[in-house]
């Protein structure tokens, strides 16, 4: 762990070096003044002396977070591609990756809607993919910044008898803030109104052009209701994989990003988090965003128990000590001290970010009524 000097510690209890190597030596530590102690061992001096020990420096912690994930660093190897499934309400995300499971989540939907970000990962003939399910109603804006921001690949998905509509104009948004390759669904393509030609047109206007437009974006005809073409998406999938040439460290301690979290009543709470790098474990103790714990129970997507999850495989954790914020990094460490310090720390500083900002805000107020 981290260490401080004896010295170091006696400036800054305003006392003499002596007198803290006294203290020290009480303890059974024999350290002279330009020794370095770890910081428990500095703590339990600190009480020794009288006072009550608080790690100053907020920083402390997560620099020592930092160099501890530093020591991870393993060989790269090949991972599964995290593809996020994007478009208009009803365009049939939902049924696109029904056919691809062979689930039927859409029909069980309240009101037909998806409200959350729902995230599988599938064997296909093609290697494993990992999906997220975005809501397209105007409402979820932030779930699908958050779900392209976590992507490597962005499903536009069009119905070919509605075309282009506010949240397709939207999703394209977020994949180039995301600056994350795009591959057109063109869906419904069985039904009678469909005109996919007439998508792509549309879609033109927004700088998104069709290889047999000339362009750069890959655009697949399909219906998730029959299946047709679905198997050419996996394909326009894989291939766009292999130009992105996905890496990720598949061993030792786990980092990622929360994609969900929710307060079970009997589970506690439950964070759905996306692996990145390393293989997460049950067992393991993490960091994740201003709460920490151990890894009590990791579920897959059909609710059953899983030992680990390596990259690009999202994973329900409990065991976590409070309900983490969607977006929030992840970090295992080696013990819950660590765990601990940095989650409290973290705390401590967005209680003091907040405050400030209440201040300020009274401020405001308080000027405006002068
Ligand atoms: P939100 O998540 O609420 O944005 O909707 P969604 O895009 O997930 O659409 P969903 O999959 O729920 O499908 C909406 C409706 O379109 C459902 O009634 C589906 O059965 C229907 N649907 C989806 N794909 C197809 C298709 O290829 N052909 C036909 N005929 N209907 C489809
Ligand atoms: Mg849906």
Redesign the pocket.
Known sequence: GEAITVADLAQKLAMKGGDVVKALFKMGVMATITQSIDHDTAALAVEELGHIPVRADADDAESELIAHVGETQGDQVARPPVVTIM?H????????LDYIRRTKI?SG?AG???QHIGAYHVETDKGVISFLDT???AAFTSMRARGAKLTDIVIL?VAADDGVMPQTVEAIKHAKAAKVPLIVAI??I??SGADPSRVKNELLEHEIVAEDFGGDTQMVEL???TGDGVDDLLDAISLQSEILELRAVAEGRASGTVIESSLDKGRGPVATVLVQNGLLSRGDYLVCGVQYGRVRALFDETGNQVPTAGPSIPVQVLGLSGVPDAGDDFVVVADERLAKDVASQRDTKRRETRLVQAAGNRMEDIMAQM
């Open positions: 478009g309400v009803d365009h049939g995300k939902t049924s696109l859409a939907e037909g809607i998806t809501p397209g109603h998905v869906n419904k069985d039904k219906s998730a209701k």
